[in-house]
C-alpha cells in the first residue's frame, strides 16, 4: 500500500466517518486515495481555518475525534487558530498537513514551512514523519493521544514522497504512547481528605467546567446526583453550561465577569470550593489575590499540570 492509501485505511480502523480538508499539492496523494473510497465522507471548507472549527464541533457533538486534512506551507499555517482553541478547550483533533518532499525539507522550497515547530505551541503533540514504514504506527498512536487523558489537538506532517512510497500495512491500531501514560485515577486519601472538608465545610460550593462536558454525559448525571444528594449550591463556567440542569434550585448562574450577582459573590464568601473540569482562568478570577481568599480548594481536573498552576488551595 502507499503512504497515501495506509493514511486512509488507518482513519477507517479508527472509525473515521468525516474528514474536514482543503486540498493543496502536498496532500493530492491522500486526496487521490480519499476519492477512491466510499466510506469516509470528506467536508469541503473554503478555508482551514474553518476546517478544524468545523471538525472541533464534530468532536464536541459526536464524542469522536475530529480529523482535519491541509496541505502544507499556508495550508497548515492557516490550522493554527483552530489547534489552538481546541488545545485550550481540550477538544480531541487529527489534524494531517501535508509537507514538501524529505529531500527538500529546510531548503526553502514551495509552500514549506516548520510545521512541527509552528505547532508545537499549541497542540498536545506533533509528528513529522520521514519513512512510510512509521506511518502507520504514528497515526494510531496519535488519535490514542488525542483522546487520553485531557483530549487535544495532534498534528501529524506527512511529507509527499512519503505518501507515494510503499509499505505493508499490519492494521495495528492499538498503539499507546511509550511514554504517555495519563494518571486518571487519584489515591483514596485524597478523596477522603476532600469528603471531610465538604462535611465540615459552612459554605461550600461547587464550581464545575467545561472538563464535566468532555467527560461526557454520565459525568454530568453523576454531578447532577452528587449536587442534589449533598445540597450544595453550583455554579458552572461558560464551557461548562449544561452540565448541571438550570431549572435546579441549586443552581447559582454562569459565574465570572459575565455571570450572576449570586454566583460571584458565592464563591467570594464561601470557606470549600469543589471545583471539578475548571482551571481557574482570568475571566473567573479576576485579580487572583482577591479571589475567594479565604476557601479551602479541592480541584478535580485530569490535567495534573492544572493542579496549583495558578493559585494553591
Known sequence: MSGAQIVIQALKDQGVEVVFGY????????YDALFQQNNIRHVLVR??????????????????PGVVLV???PGAT????????????????????????TQLIGNDAFQECDTTGITRP????????????????????????????????VVIDIPKDVQFAETEYNGQVSAEHKTYKPK???????????????????????YAGGGVINAGPAASQLLTEFTEMTNIPITLTLMGLGAFPANKPQFLGMLGMHGTYEANWTMHDCDVMLCIGA?????????????????????????????NKKRSG
Open 23 to 30: 486540498p493543496g499539492g502536498a496532500v493530492l496523494p491522500i
Open 47 to 64: 478555508h482551514e481555518q474553518g476546517a478544524v472549527h468545523a471538525a472541533e464541533g464534530y468532536a464536541r457533538s459526536t464524542g469522536k
Open 71 to 73: 496541505t502544507s506551507g
Open 78 to 101: 492557516n490550522a493554527v487558530t483552530g489547534l489552538t482553541d481546541a488545545l485550550l478547550d481540550s477538544i480531541p483533533i487529527i489534524c494531517l498537513s501535508g509537507q514538501v518532499p
Open 122 to 153: 499549541c497542540t498536545k503533540h506533533n509528528y513529522l514523519v520521514k519513512r512510510v514504514e512509521k506511518l502507520a504506527p504514528t497515526l494510531h498512536e496519535a488519535f490514542y493521544i488525542a483522546t487520553h487523558g485531557r483530549p487535544g489537538p
Open 184 to 206: 486518571v485515577k487519584t489515591d483514596i486519601e485524597d478523596i477522603e481528605e476532600a469528603v471531610d472538608l465538604l462535611l465540615n465545610a459552612k459554605k461550600p460550593i461547587i
Open 279 to 307: 482551571r481557574f482562568d482570568d475571566r473567573i478570577t479576576g485579580r487572583v489575590d482577591a479571589f475567594s481568599p479565604n476557601s479551602t480548594k479541592i480541584h478535580i481536573d485530569i490535567d495534573r499540570s492544572s493542579i
